[in-house]
């Protein structure tokens, strides 16, 4: 029979208040919060102020809460909580992705010690049931890619900026009131949102871990309107995408960046708050996954997801990051890009193993050819630089010599 959850939540903000409102609403799911701890005292909110504690172990030390769902978005604090709760044989639910990503030895260790879950769904692309399809359907070998875009705040502002004409500042704005948004939104606009995301992925994906700051990430916080001008011109939207790929050495690459998308191209469509998730396969070829990537309910259906799991004491095997598991590669791949400069700037060219197009208008330049990922780093330091992808390039190695074309004036 399945257990009944007696719930001690972390947080009710956007998705800890939409948890809450998803579990009244589902009548039939045997579960009950029993407490909720929150930092702030006397802040209004939607329940009577005796159902709240800001004593965390009011949570952790109760025999009767056996499950701990943590919902804040602070990652020190959410990482003493889902350890303590650990330690204590509770089971845990997260969100948390930059505290799950920032901390996946150790959680597995803990997990694996105190032979206790922790999920973690909501992480991952919100509603679109990634991570537990990751761990189950594709827990074989057949895994070649997993790409898409991961980021909802991203995705609704490059939407509505490119697409609808609002200003990026207005964007942002809207995407935080509608609770997409980190409360720190450096974290989704620097890209270092969905590098947090792809670490976790890449775990369930290939049984690589890799620390997020170890993943080349370029966020949409420096696009400027010559990139959305080229863009459109091509008939391509800007996206972010992060993918985590299977090299032809067995080693596993990750990336995030905004890239230009083609129309037909299946991440073409996806707009707004949605995410979509890509996965290539060497019997099943390509599959795609779409569904809202950001916002309390979306976020709160995760959540649910897990619970319910839990009741059947569901937790996650982590097989691929046993004994052949793929390792991280740092070497080199070669990707075509689009490079927007300062009109003369220096050592833009330098970067290229090729140049296809150079351009130089009043106020800026753009460049656009092959490099290596070393020499995209270097690119993306020069000042006044921004960089959009066309995409890995396969053939990039056997690239020789170096083809430069003259400058051309628009
Ligand atoms: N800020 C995140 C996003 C929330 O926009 O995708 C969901 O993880």
């Not at 502002?157 to 720190?184: N, P, V, W």
């Amino acid at each position: 029979m399945r257990k009944k959850l007696n719930i001690g939540l972390f947080g009710f903000g956007c998705v800890g208040s939409g948890l809450y409102e998803v579990l009244e609403r589902t009548p039939g799911f045997n579960a009950r919060i029993g407490k909720i701890c929150v930092k702030q005292e006397g802040k209004n909110r939607a329940l009577a102020p005796e159902r709240f504690t800001y004593n965390m172990w009011d949570i952790l030390d109760d025999p009767d809460i056996n499950v701990v769902v943590e919902l804040i978005d602070d990652a020190d604090s959410a990482y003493e909580i889902v350890t303590a709760a650990l330690k204590r044989g509770k089971p845990v639910v997260s969100a948390n992705k930059k505290m799950i990503a920032a901390h996946l030895p150790e959680l597995l260790t803990l997990q694996k010690r105190h032979n206790v879950p922790l999920l973690y769904e909501a992480a991952c692309c919100a509603s679109i049931p990634v991570i537990r399809n990751l761990e189950e359907y594709y827990d074989n070998d057949l895994l070649n890619s997993i790409e898409g875009i991961i980021n909802g705040s991203t995705n609704f502002i490059l939407t509505r900026t490119a697409e609808q004409g609002i200003g990026y500042d207005e964007a942002l704005r809207l995407a935080q009131e509608r609770g997409f948004a980190e409360s720190d939104p450096s974290l989704d606009v620097s890209g270092r949102d969905a590098a947090n995301k792809l670490a976790i992925l890449a775990l369930h994906a290939f049984g690589t871990i890799i620390h997020p700051d170890e993943i080349f990430t370029v966020g949409i916080d420096r696009l400027g309107e010559l990139e959305f001008r080229y863009a459109a011109e091509k008939g391509c939207k800007i996206r972010l995408i992060a993918r985590a790929s299977r090299n032809a050495e067995g080693g596993i690459i990750c990336l995030v960046a905004p890239e230009f998308v083609r129309p037909g191209e299946w991440l073409y469509g996806v707009n707004d708050e949605f995410n979509g998730v890509i996965t290539r396969n060497t019997f099943s070829d390509t599959q795609f996954f779409v569904g809202k990537g950001a916002g309390a309910f979306p976020t709160a259906s995760a959540v649910l997801s897990d619970l319910s799991a839990l009741t059947y004491d569901y937790r996650y095997e982590y097989k691929k990051a046993g004994a052949g598991r793929l390792g991280y590669v740092q070497q080199e791949i070669y990707l075509d890009v689009f490079c927007r400069h300062p009109r003369n700037a220096q050592g833009v060219a330098e970067c290229f193993t090729e140049v296809k197009e150079q351009y130089a208008f009043a106020e800026a330049g753009f460049t656009t050819g092959s490099l290596s990922l070393s020499r995209l780093r270097e690119l993306g330091e020069l000042p006044g630089t921004s960089i959009v992808l066309f995409g890995i390039n396969d053939a990039g190695k056997t690239i020789s010599g170096v083809v430069k074309k003259e400058l051309q004036e628009a």
